[in-house]
C-alpha cells in the first residue's frame, strides 16, 4: 500500500503558519454567521462576540457552544445559512430521540468534503490503484457519499455495493479482487464471520481485501486485531471518524503509523472540554471533543459539542504530517453508563473480552435497576454452542470472563454465555447497550 500524503501543503505545515490560517478562518466564520443564522445572531449578541473581538485562537473561548439540541429545535432548515437553491445536498443522522438532525451542503461544501476524505483514505493507504467496496448503507447516512467522493477524487475504482446482502459483498469481494473496504468494525468482523459460514477457513485467503477504511462506530485494538487476524494476507485497518453535523467522514483518519487520527486542522479547529463544566481543558488532557468547521457554509458549525471522548496530541507524527492527532474515541459522554457510581463505557468491556477463543466478538451490555441497585449484565456469544450442556467448563469460562471484566470496571456483574448468532448483527453502526433501568 501506498505512502503518500495527498496534499502536503495544508497535512505538514508548520504550526504557527496554521494557526494563523485557522484564526483568518475563524474570524471571516464567525462573521459569516453573524450576519446569515439568526440562531448564531442571538447567541452571539447574547454573548457580546463579534469577529473583530477575535484577535486569538484562545477567544474561541467567548462564543458559545452549540448542541444537538440546538438543530434539533431548529428542525429541519433553521440552522442553514444559505436559500435553498444554493444547497446541493442534504443528509441526516438519525437520533434514538426526537427528531433527525438535518445538514445542507453548497457545492464548495461538498468540494471541501471530498478534499477531506481524500486526504484521509489516502494517509490509510488507498490510491488510484484501489479497488475498494463501500459497504455502508447509501442514503441519508453521511457515511456512503461522502467515502465515494473522496475515493473518486483520489482515482480509486468504487464498488457502491451498499449495506446488507452478505453474500453478494462476499462474491464481488472476489470476483472483483476488491483490495479496499469501507465499513464499520463490526460489519467487517461480521463479513469475515459470514464468509466461514460458507466453509471458507481463516484466514481467509480467496480474497485480496488488504486495506480497511473502518469508522462510524468504536473499535478498541483488540477487536481490530481480531478483524485482521480473520482475514489475514496483511489486512491493515485503519479508523476513521467523523460526524454529519461536521459534514460527516473526514474530519480525522489514521496514517500508516496508526498513532492517533490526523485532523483535518485546516477545517476543523478542535477542543476539548469538561463535559459536565464546559470548561476548555490544558492541552493534552482527556475530555469531550468540541469542533468548529472553520470552511462549513451550508449549515456552518461553532463550537459544536461533539459528546465523544478523546485527547488531542500535538506532536508531529513519524509519516510527516504536522497536523495534531486524536486518540481513538474513548466512548461518548452520553454513552457512557453510570452503574453504583462507576463510570462504564462498553470498549472496556470489549477489550476484556478479545482473545477468549471459547468466545465470539459478539456481545451486548444490559443494564438494569433491580431494587434501588444498578445491575449489569455482560452477554457473550459462544463459538461452540455444545459448551453450554458441560456445565464444569461453562462455568470455568463464565468464571474468567467474569474475573476479567470486574478487574477492568472494578465494580460486580454477571456474565451470561450465550448460544451462537443469538445477538442481533448490524450491517451499520453496532448496538452494544440495553438500558432497561427506565423502562
Ligand atoms: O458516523 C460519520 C462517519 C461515517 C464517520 C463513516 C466515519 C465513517 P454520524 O452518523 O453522525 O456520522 O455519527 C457520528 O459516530 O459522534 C461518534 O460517536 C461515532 N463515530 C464516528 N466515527 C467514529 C470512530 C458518522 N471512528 C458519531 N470511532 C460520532 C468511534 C465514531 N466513534
Not at 436559500?83 to 426526537?98: F, M
Not at 481463516?202 to 485494538?221: D, I, N
Not at 487520527?261 to 469531550?288: A, W
Not at 504536522?322 to 453508563?337: E, F, N, Q, W
Request: proline share 3%; aromatic share 8%.
Amino acid at each position: 500500500m501506498a505512502n503518500a500524503i495527498w496534499n502536503p501543503d495544508m497535512e505538514c505545515m508548520n504550526r504557527k503558519d496554521l494557526e494563523s490560517l485557522q484564526l483568518e478562518r475563524l474570524k471571516a466564520l464567525v462573521d459569516y454567521c453573524d450576519r446569515n443564522v439568526e440562531f448564531y445572531h442571538n447567541r452571539l449578541s447574547a454573548a457580546g462576540v463579534t469577529a473583530d473581538k477575535i484577535k486569538t485562537l484562545s477567544d474561541i473561548q467567548y462564543i458559545p457552544y452549540t448542541t444537538k439540541t440546538d438543530l434539533r429545535d431548529t428542525y429541519p432548515f433553521g440552522m442553514f445559512s444559505v436559500p435553498r437553491k444554493d444547497l446541493v445536498r442534504v443528509h441526516a443522522s438519525s437520533g434514538t430521540t426526537g427528531n433527525p438532525t438535518v445538514v445542507g451542503y453548497t457545492r464548495e461544501d461538498l468540494d471541501n468534503w471530498s478534499e477531506q476524505v481524500a486526504r484521509v483514505v489516502v494517509a490509510a493507504g488507498a490510491s488510484d490503484e484501489s479497488m475498494v467496496q463501500i459497504c455502508f448503507g447509501y442514503g441519508m447516512f453521511t457515511g456512503a457519499l461522502g467515502l465515494h467522493y473522496g475515493l473518486e477524487r483520489i482515482g480509486a475504482t468504487v464498488v457502491p455495493t451498499s449495506s446488507g446482502n452478505t453474500e453478494k459483498q462476499l462474491k464481488f469481494m472476489r470476483d472483483f479482487g476488491t483490495d479496499t473496504i469501507v465499513a464499520t468494525p463490526s460489519y467487517c468482523l461480521y463479513l469475515a464471520e459470514s464468509a466461514r459460514e460458507r466453509g471458507e477457513e481463516f484466514p481467509l485467503s480467496q480474497y485480496k481485501l488488504r486495506l480497511g477504511l473502518l469508522g462510524s462506530e468504536g473499535c478498541t485494538p483488540e477487536m481490530r486485531r481480531e478483524i485482521e487476524e480473520r482475514w489475514g494476507n496483511g489486512f491493515f485497518a485503519t479508523d476513521n471518524y467523523g460526524m454529519s453535523e461536521l459534514n460527516g467522514p473526514g474530519m480525522s483518519g489514521e496514517c500508516r503509523e496508526r498513532d492517533g487520527l490526523h485532523i483535518n486542522e485546516d477545517h476543523f479547529l478542535c477542543e476539548v472540554i469538561d463535559s459536565k463544566t464546559g470548561d476548555v481543558l490544558d492541552k493534552g488532557s482527556t475530555g469531550e471533543l468540541v469542533v468548529t468547521n472553520l470552511t462549513k457554509r451550508g449549515i456552518p458549525m461553532l463550537r459544536y459539542r461533539t459528546k465523544d471522548i478523546t485527547r488531542i496530541n500535538y506532536e508531529p507524527c513519524a509519516c510527516g504530517r504536522t497536523t495534531a492527532r486524536m486518540h481513538k474515541i474513548i466512548g461518548r459522554s452520553d454513552d457512557m453508563l453510570k452503574i453504583r457510581g462507576v463510570n462504564v463505557f462498553p470498549s472496556q468491556v470489549e477489550s476484556a473480552l478479545i482473545g477468549i477463543s471459547e468466545i465470539g466478538p459478539h456481545y451486548q451490555l444490559v443494564v438494569r435497576r433491580e431494587g434501588y441497585a444498578d445491575t449489569l449484565e455482560v452477554r457473550v456469544e459462544l463459538i461452540d454452542g455444545s459448551l453450554l450442556e458441560r456445565y464444569g467448563e461453562l462455568e470455568a469460562l463464565q468464571l474468567r470472563i467474569h474475573d476479567r471484566i470486574k478487574t477492568i470496571l472494578g465494580i460486580e456483574i454477571k456474565v451470561s454465555l450465550v448460544e451462537p448468532k443469538s445477538i442481533e448483527r448490524f450491517t451499520g453502526k453496532a448496538q452494544r447497550v440495553v438500558d432497561l433501568r427506565n423502562r
